[in-house]
Structure formats: structure tokens, C-alpha cells
């Protein structure tokens, strides 16, 4: 007899989910049925045991410091990347948010919080429109001094969304005001774990009142990408998709070759300059990471 249920957190064996009655139980699995992450459905036998993983849509995560993939969740139906004008995000943060995203067949949408603080006049808050124009929700918003979250509550009404970025953008705030229950969640999880503090050292699903779920996710002070061929990179490029069958060469990969669509069309400004300098950017990372 076994019996499914959606995976809330997991560490190193052991893990908290939710059965389909809405209870939390805690499981432990064998290392054999791989780690599984919130989001994941799962069966369980009657001793609380891991039995089997089920298939995943998408996951999503980030490189290691060896440029491995590293998984956070799974089956998200999109991504909250959260920037704000402090911390103040590098350069290519949000095109590596976003392209990672993309490229694991995950909706990005952009939430820009804190909009209590002027917005500065640089880069990537003066580059906006070029996200925009492809489709991807910008949302402005703020935690304080009172909660004036715009359009995010609808957009995180149905589904799984995840809430991704650099450490002290707002999170766990945007949690906060999105989650009223959060403490009684947090509790209930405590109780479950045995563990008496709760701290956010791993992602963790959360459910909002309207049955939606929230992953939040332990912030990172510099978000990288992993290993991956240019063409892969490229899926994190959709603006590039058009174009891409115009360039001499078929296996191009826009950097100093003859006769590319997608280097003249930043020239005249059909691409994006700074997206275009970005994927630059992002496929030298690729040659440093690959070494
Ligand atoms: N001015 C301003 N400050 C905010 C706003 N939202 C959150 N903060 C502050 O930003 C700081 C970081 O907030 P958190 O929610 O802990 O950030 P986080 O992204 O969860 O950080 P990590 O858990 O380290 O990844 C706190 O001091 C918050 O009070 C906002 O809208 N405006
Ligand atoms: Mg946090
Ligand atoms: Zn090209």
C-alpha cells in the first residue's frame, strides 16, 4: 500500500510532504531513488518510506562552483526573479535568471521590489523594456513600509511559483505578505522536522490561501549557470530564435564569425545591444566554466 504526496522540503535522507488530505509527514528515503526536491510528487509506503519519484516537467536550480547543475525544485509553472536597488544586482544577474528560466522550460517573470527606493539609472533597470518585449511580466512591487504587491498576488494564484535571487532582495518578505498563515505553516513544519527553529537553508514549499504554492529559496550572493553547449544557452535567448536560420554559418555562435544575422542585428539595433552583449558575456563564462 503506498500513498502520494507533494514533497514540502528534503535534506540530506529525510523530508517533509503533504498528503493529498492536506497533513504533513515526514519520510525518509534511500539515496538509490535520488534526492527529491519540493515540488516533487512522491510515493510513500506505510512506514514513511520513500517508493518512487514521479516524473518531473522542469527543474529548477543552479550551477556549483564546478559548473554543475544543482536542482532546488521541481515542476514549477514559473519563476519569481527578484531584483531591487539593494543589493545593488551585477550586470548579467537577471539575463542569467532569466536564461536559466528558459532554458529549463520555466515562465520568468521579473519582480522588481522595493519600489519604495528610486529606481537607479543603470543597468538592468534602465534595460527592462528589451525583457518586456519578450513577453516576460515586469512587476514592480514593495514589502514596506505597507505591502503594495500589484499584479504578482493574481499571477501566483494558480500553480507553483518559485521565488529566485540574490540574498536581501525581499523574499522571504514578499513570502511574508504573501503567505498570512506563514507562522502556523512554519510551526506545523517544525513540529513535523522535530527541529525547533525553522531557518531558510533550502527551498521550501508554502501554500497560499488560495491553494497556490510558493517555494522560497535561500538567497545567493552570485547567481551562476552551468555547463551547457551554446545552443542550450541560446534557448535563454528567444529574441535570437528568428534570426538565427539568416547566419552563414549553421552551427554559429554570433561572437566574430562571417556573416551573422544576430551580431548585424544588434548592430541596427533589432536586438537589443545589451542583450546581445550579454550573450557575449555569458558564452566566454561558458568557455571559463568549462575548463
Ligand atoms: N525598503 C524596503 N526594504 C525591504 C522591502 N522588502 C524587504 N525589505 C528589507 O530587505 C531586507 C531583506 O529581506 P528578506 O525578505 O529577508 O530578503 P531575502 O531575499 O529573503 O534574503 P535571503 O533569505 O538572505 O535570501 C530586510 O531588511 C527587509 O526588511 C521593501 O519593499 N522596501
Ligand atoms: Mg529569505
Ligand atoms: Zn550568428
Redo the contacts with the bound molecule.
Keep these: 500500500m503506498t500513498s502520494s504526496a507533494l514533497v514540502i522540503e528534503a535534506h540530506s535522507n529525510r523530508g517533509v510532504a503533504t498528503t493529498d488530505s492536506g497533513e504533513l509527514t515526514a519520510f525518509h528515503f534511500p539515496r538509490r531513488l535520488g534526492r527529491p526536491l519540493p515540488g516533487d510528487r512522491i510515493h510513500l509506503d506505510q512506514f514513511g518510506t520513500l517508493t518512487a519519484i514521479e516524473d518531473r516537467t522542469n527543474e529548477f536550480g543552479r550551477g556549483d562552483n564546478r559548473g554543475r547543475f544543482k536542482p532546488l525544485a521541481a515542476n514549477l509553472d514559473r519563476a519569481l526573479i ?1 531584483i ?1 536597488a ?1 543589493p545593488a544586482p551585477s550586470p548579467d544577474l537577471l539575463h542569467r535568471y532569466v536564461a536559466a528560466a528558459l532554458i529549463r522550460g520555466i515562465r520568468p517573470v521579473i519582480v522588481i ?5 528610486p529606481v537607479p539609472h543603470r543597468p538592468p533597470f534602465n534595460e527592462l523594456a528589451s525583457f518586456s518585449d519578450l513577453g516576460i511580466p515586469v512587476i514592480p ?4 513600509p505597507k505591502p503594495e504587491l500589484g499584479e504578482l498576488a493574481d499571477i501566483v494564484a494558480s500553480g507553483v511559483s518559485l ?1 529566485a ?12 505578505a504573501l503567505v498570512p498563515d506563514l507562522a502556523r505553516q512554519t510551526g506545523e513544519l517544525s513540529r513535523v522536522t522535530g527541529k525547533g527553529t525553522h531557518t ?1 537553508t533550502s527551498a521550501t514549499l508554502h501554500r497560499l490561501p488560495t491553494g497556490a504554492w510558493l517555494v ?5 550572493w552570485e547567481y551562476g549557470l552551468w555547463t551547457m553547449e551554446s545552443a542550450e544557452l541560446e534557448r535563454g535567448f528567444p529574441e535570437f530564435a528568428a534570426l538565427d536560420a539568416s547566419c552563414r554559418f549553421r552551427n554559429c555562435r554570433h561572437l566574430t564569425e562571417p556573416g551573422c544575422a544576430i551580431r548585424s542585428a544588434s548592430e541596427d539595433g533589432q536586438i537589443p545591444p545589451a542583450r546581445y552583449q550579454a550573450w557575449v558575456r555569458l558564452l566566454r563564462e561558458q568557455e571559463r566554466l568549462g575548463r
Aim: one cysteine or more; glycine letters at 12%.
Design positions: 527578484v531591487a539593494e521590489n522595493k519600489s519604495d527606493l512591487c514593495r514589502c514596506q521565488l535571487g540574490q540574498s536581501g532582495v525581499g523574499k522571504t518578505s514578499l513570502l511574508n531558510t522560497d529559496t535561500p538567497g545567493v
